[in-house]
């Protein structure tokens, strides 16, 4: 079936580094891909997205590539900041209303 | 902008006890979720509902019922609350048309 797996954390980074974080899907057919942040003691808000292969999706410094050959959709920042520590998720949506999350990687930013 | 509350940000219940969690969006969508988060689990999918009185199970709905009597309401019901079912529960919708899911804050629920 369906499904997500990004890089397992946590992540810890001082500002100014650059950040990666892996995501490869599975599924049938070509999916929409997502990123969502869950800042802490909030839920998730949609960080970027990308609906169909090779289309890139780019939001407060953070993008991410939908590449169909290697089913993949990595997370990248150039320079964090400690304001970008949260929680980041990979998810995807095909057929149907569901969706499917990544286990989530926690990042911390330090100064 | 959409707005997605839940009527608790902490719960804490008994085992045995019946649970009721409340979710309430504004912006007319169709589709509404409840997932519970779990520490290295990721989000799963307990239920979610395409129109009222509509529901489909997801991945985890064992423990768990729903209820949707209006459109802008999503209840998540633990009839029985067991210790396994502490977690924090995120409540989402979209609509049919739009692929953005959004979330309300959370619930975290504690059951002793």
């Known amino acids: 079936g369906d499904s997500v797996t990004q890089m397992e954390g946590p992540v810890t980074l001082s500002e100014e580094a650059f950040l990666t974080i892996n995501c490869t899907y599975t599924?049938?057919?070509?999916?929409?891909l997502f990123w969502y942040v869950q800042y802490p003691g909030e839920g998730l808000q949609l960080l970027l997205k990308a609906t169909k292969a090779d289309d890139k999706g780019s939001n407060k410094g953070f993008e991410a590539t939908y590449r169909k050959e290697t089913t993949s959709f990595h997370l990248e920042k150039g320079s964090v900041q400690v304001s970008d520590s949260a929680v980041y998720f990979c998810a995807l949506r095909w057929t149907g209303n569901q969706f499917y999350f990544g286990t989530g990687t926690s990042l911390t930013v330090i100064p | 902008d959409v707005k997605v509350t839940q009527s608790s940000r902490y719960l804490v219940k008994r085992t045995g006890e019946k649970v009721f969690l409340e979710c309430v969006q504004d912006?007319?969508?169709?589709?509404m979720f409840w997932y519970r988060q779990d520490p290295g689990l990721g989000l799963r999918l307990i239920y979610f509902?395409?129109?009222?009185?509509?529901?489909e199970k997801g991945d985890i709905p064992e423990g768990y019922s729903v209820s949707r009597e209006k459109k802008e309401r999503f209840s998540l019901i633990l009839e029985s609350a067991s210790t396994n079912q502490t977690s924090m529960y995120l409540c989402?919708?979209?609509?049919?048309?739009?692929?953005?899911?959004?979330f309300g804050p959370g619930t975290r629920l504690l059951v002793l």
């Open positions: 599924a049938t057919g070509y999916p929409s």
């Open positions: 989402a919708s979209t609509t049919g048309l739009q692929e953005t899911q959004y």
């Open positions: 509902s395409y129109d009222v009185k509509m529901k």
């Open positions: 912006m007319d969508h169709e589709n």
